[in-house]
């Protein structure tokens, strides 16, 4: 498993836990400093040695001869808001893939109700630029890429309405939505999309 954008290791090292061999890169040395003592813990605790390698750089230099059955970002690919760069960053990530391998990005909604005010007021600490992705962009640029499969999956729904101020009261009635809107399938229709807080989007690469 390879992880463009891997950061303080959040995703990897649970990986790594069960028993999967990961890589993964970063352009900040001092988030990779922090990812390797995370997983210094988790090998001191765990007993064992984690198969996680690393790499510092740009993930649009990045070469690898190693082919992997899934790359994937989380929260990530959203932060390029150059067409072209953008575009360029799934093309690697499919170059990375093994053929009938898996590409998986997960990023924010740009269509749920309070994405506008998320911007305007910095909901939940929303200061970074990022484009507003939908399930038809998503699914336009894994195809480029070289997809032959493609799944976009609504999830967490509801959730941007934890994050806005509110009393207790309020606070329980929403949390109670969200909750609740867990149970849902995950199906993509007019509701879910419009409802999502973020979509996983799946796709595999040709064997041709």
């Not at 093309?91 to 893939?97: E, G, I, K, N, T």
């Not at 590409?103 to 924010?108: C, F, I, T």
């Not at 729904?157 to 149970?183: D, E, S």
Request: proline share 5%; net charge positive; aromatic share 10%.
């Amino acid at each position: 498993m390879f992880e463009f954008g891997c950061g303080g290791g959040n995703q990897l090292i649970p990986l790594a836990l069960h028993g999967y061999r990961c890589a993964g890169v970063d352009c900040s040395e001092d988030v990779l400093a922090r990812f390797r003592r995370l997983m210094a813990d988790a090998e001191r605790f765990s007993g064992r040695r984690l198969s996680i390698r690393l790499h510092h750089g740009d993930f649009l230099d990045f070469r690898s001869d190693e082919p992997h059955e899934l790359v994937f970002n989380f929260g990530v690919i959203e932060h390029f808001l150059d067409d072209d760069e953008r575009r360029r960053a799934v093309a690697r990530m499919f170059s990375l893939c093994a053929p009938g391998g898996h590409v998986v990005s997960v990023v924010p909604s740009g269509t749920h109700p309070l994405r506008a005010r998320m911007r305007a007021e910095g909901l939940g600490g929303y200061r970074v630029p990022e484009i507003d992705y939908t399930p038809a962009l998503l699914e336009a640029e894994m195809r480029e890429a070289g997809a032959s499969v493609v799944r976009v999956i609504p999830h967490n729904l509801f959730g941007y309405r934890l994050l806005v101020p509110a009393t207790a009261f309020p606070r329980l009635g929403r949390r109670l939505v969200f909750w609740g809107a867990q149970l849902l399938p995950r199906v993509s229709s007019r509701f879910t999309v419009r409802h999502a807080s973020s979509f996983i989007c799946v796709a595999r690469k040709g064997t041709g």
